[in-house]
Every structure is written in structure tokens, then in C-alpha cells.
């Protein structure tokens, strides 16, 4: 009986040890891991499939990174469900420092079309990061489409069955242009979804699908070899690079403005110190020469700015989409 007792108070002890020692030691453990990040490769997971606007600055960065980190940054695309697949992903992740997010404002806008069907919330699985640039949307027809602004688009759409592309349902783009399709135009247009803007972009290009919504990155170079024509932009004012497209403002529908940022984002328990060192090695990578070259190639615009800044983005963003999905009564909004 008293070897029993004996024994169990030993053991309470040793648990109680146990027990103060992994509430000690966790902290250590912690601020020992983001003093020694990064010590392995890191992974920059896009929701999106390969030659899209999201992936093309995905592999802008990963490339910078690896140099200014010293350590592998890699790109890898888990595309399909409007970009839910791969978000879904990194919410699951460790939240070690070693994978990350990058994405579009799908990210913020599909909980609100999809609700609980998109497997994440953007606010309780993510911490932001950074968000290193943003673009204009447009609008694009294949070549042999008779159109060269949106007056022409408008007419051909009211008088035939036409088709337009998107990185998937519930996109941004999808949203605009639908609403563009739908609610000004009455138009009765087939929205037709992909699994990334590349294909979508791809599609308009080859004349699968004659009209493209998206972001303008790699709309260029098919611009300028005529295999498309770009009837509208979402920016102030034209591109430099594409001087001949027309922005929507100029066209009579000032309130179409919808930039399509690119977003980093962390699993949400990821600790402070690893995303503040991820956010200044970001801000690093897009003040080089070499990084904005190539993102101005693509028609992106640097944004940057600290975590609380980044936060403050997203969420007004957030609360804009909000506003507009409400406003459209889309997904789950519609209930």
C-alpha cells in the first residue's frame, strides 16, 4: 500500500516536470525556430495552374528569395475548385514558416460565393503576409471576334450565344464580368471556368473560348502578335504596355476597377517573428531592379508595405467584396 502510494507520487512528480518543462521549454522552442529561419526549403504554394498572373509572380519572387533567404524557394500549383484546392492545402500545413500561400482575391472571395463549401476561412486559417504587387483586369477577345471596345463586345453579346473564360467560378473576374454580362448588358453570355488564368487566357488565344476575363499578365505579347485584342482595362488609365486597349473608365463604366492583387499568406499559427522575416525579405526582393523589370514586363505594379499594412489591405478588401457579392446575390450570399 505504501509502495503503491510511493510510486504514484513519483509519478505525479514526474509530470508535473514534465508538464513545466514543455511549458518552458515551448517558447524556447519557438523563438529558437524563427532565430534559426530559414534552415530548409520553402515552399510557395499556388491554388492556381502554371502561366497564370498568380503563378508568373509566384516565380518571380521564389527566384529573388532563394537569393536574399539563401535557401530553395519553390513554386508549387495545386490548382482546381476556383483556387480551393491548394488554399485548403496550406491551411492544413504546418505552420512551421516552410510553406506559404500565394494567391488572388479568389482567396478572400470564395468563402463568400462557396461558404462553407470552400473549406477555409480567410481570416481564421491565415495570417497575411505580404502582398508584393497587384494589376489591372481586362477584358480580351480572340482575333477573329469583331470587336475593339466594349460597344462592339455589347452588341455582338445581346445578339449571339457567346462564351467567356476565367480562372474558375466565383473568381473576381468571373464576378465582374458577369455582372458586366448579366446586369448591364442583359446579355445571356456562358461563363466557362479553368483551373488558372493561363489556360483561360490560353483558350481565348486558340479561340476555344472567344472572350477572356482576367488579369493582363501574358495578355501582351499575344497583343502584339494579333492573335487577341484587348477591349478593356481595369486601370486609371491606358498601359504603357498596351496603349491601344481602352480602360473601362473611358468607356462609360467608371465603377468597373477591380485590380487583382497577389497575396502571400501563412497557415495562421505561423509565429510573428518568422512572417515578419518573410514580409522584409519580400519587401527585399521587390526593390530590386531585377524584380521590378520583370514585374513591370508582366504589367504588375509593386505594392509591398509591413504585416499591419497588409492586413489593413486585405480586409478592406474583404469588406468590399463583401458588398459586391451581397450586392449580386451570388452563392452563398443568395440565401
Known sequence: MFAAKMIKNKLAVQCLSLLTLSLTCG??????SANDFPNKPIRLVVAFAPGGSTDIAARILAQSLTSILKVSVFVENKP?????????YVA???????????????????????????????DKDFAPVSIPATQPMSVVVN????AKNLSDLKELAV?????????????????????????????????????????????????????FCGAVAGVS???????????????????????????????GYPEIKDDLWVGVFAPVKTPKEILQKMN???????????VQD????NDFITVGGSLEQTTENVQRDLMRWEKTVKAMKVGASAK
Not at 517558447?27 to 529558437?32: E, G, K, L, T, Y
Open 80 to 88: 482546381g475548385a476556383g483556387a480551393s484546392i491548394g488554399t485548403q
Open 294 to 297: 520583370k514585374l513591370d514586363q
Open 143 to 146: 482575333e477573329k471576334v469583331p
Open 27 to 32: 517558447p524556447v522552442a519557438m523563438a529558437q
Open 221 to 251: 505579347q499575344f497583343m502584339k502578335q494579333g492573335k487577341v485584342k484587348v477591349v478593356a482595362v481595369s486601370s486609371d488609365k491606358r498601359l504603357p504596355s498596351m496603349p491601344e486597349a481602352p480602360t473601362f473608365a473611358e468607356q
Open 92 to 122: 492544413n500545413a504546418a505552420a512551421d514558416g516552410y510553406t506559404y500561400l500565394v494567391t488572388s482575391p479568389s482567396f478572400i472571395v470564395n468563402p463568400l460565393t462557396m461558404g462553407a463549401n470552400a473549406g477555409y476561412s480567410p
Open 159 to 211: 445578339k449571339n450565344n457567346l462564351s467567356y473564360a476565367t480562372a474558375g467560378n466565383g473568381t473576381p473576374p468571373n464576378l465582374t464580368c458577369d455582372n458586366l454580362f448579366r446586369q448591364y448588358w442583359k446579355s445571356d453570355v456562358t461563363h466557362i471556368p479553368y483551373k488558372g488564368s493561363g489556360p483561360a487566357l490560353i483558350a481565348s488565344v486558340s479561340g476555344e473560348t472567344p472572350i
Open 280 to 290: 522584409q525579405a519580400i519587401s527585399q526582393a521587390i526593390a530590386t531592379k531585377e
